[in-house]
């Protein structure tokens, strides 16, 4: 299953890793059942509308989304369109977005990792999850996503919870069958 996170990393089409930053772009409200088919630049896998969403607000070439509950696939569209122009894509939910310029910041390279706290995790707040992975493949995925700040690390069954929390905004709770690791990336200058 390392194919599929290398799968998302390709699909998003995320330039440089990126550190978590307040939410930097607004979102109109949501349309059911309609789209913009055709026009895809990229899909997430496995996500929920607010990583959906996300992975939106870092690729600059994405300004809207269609996101599907049932399967958890989001498609990343290069377009808007008024209401009359929108496709019928029925179960499918509808968002666009609107960025400041230079948002989300850019990190600089390297990211590192704080030592593992064994038995913890972030309750309730994962925004992807990846199975039959390795902690490495999962870290790099993390690592690629500005608004992943920490990960849940199952070993036993090679589970990966991407964390928009971490200690600092989010609280650690006990959970033995997994331990916890705290992202630390160094934020580049806006140009």
Same mark, same amino acid.
């Given at each position: ?12 089409? $995320? $330039?440089?890793l990126?550190?978590?930053t +307040? ?6 409200t @949501? ?5 913009? =088919?055709?026009?895809d630049?990229?899909?997430?896998? *496995? ?13 600059a +070439?994405?300004v809207?989304?269609?996101?599907h @509950?049932?399967?958890?696939?989001c ?17 499918? $939910? *509808?968002? =666009?977005?609107?960025? @400041? ?12 990792? +704080? @030592?593992?706290?064994k ?13 039959e992975?390795t #902690?490495?493949?999962?870290q790099?995925?993390c690592e690629? #996503?500005? *608004? ?5 690390w ?9 964390n928009?929390e ?5 609280? #650690? ?7 916890? *690791?705290k992202?630390?990336?160094s ?5």
């Amino acid at each position: 299953m390392a194919n599929a996170s290398l799968f998302l990393i390709l699909c998003i089409n $995320v $330039v440089g890793l990126m550190a978590m930053t +307040a939410p930097a772009c607004t979102w109109t409200t @949501p349309k059911n059942d309609v789209g913009v =088919e055709g026009f895809d630049i990229g899909m997430v896998i *496995y996500a929920n509308q607010r990583s959906c969403q996300l992975a939106c607000e870092e690729n600059a +070439a994405c300004v809207s989304v269609e996101y599907h @509950p049932g399967s958890k696939n989001c498609f990343l569209n290069k377009v808007k369109f008024s209401d009359d122009k929108l496709t019928e894509m029925k179960n499918f $939910v *509808y968002l =666009e977005k609107d960025c @400041p310029p230079c948002e989300p910041p850019r990190p600089q390279r390297p990211c590192t990792w +704080a @030592p593992a706290v064994k038995g913890r995790a972030i309750a309730s707040n994962n925004v992807m999850e990846l199975e039959e992975t390795t #902690l490495e493949s999962c870290q790099q995925v993390c690592e690629q #996503l500005y *608004y992943c700040k920490s990960i849940d690390w199952k070993p036993l069954v090679s589970q990966c919870s991407l964390n928009a929390e971490d200690d600092t905004d989010g609280q #650690l709770g006990k959970f033995n069958s997994f331990d916890w *690791y705290k992202k630390d990336c160094s934020e580049a200058e806006c140009n």
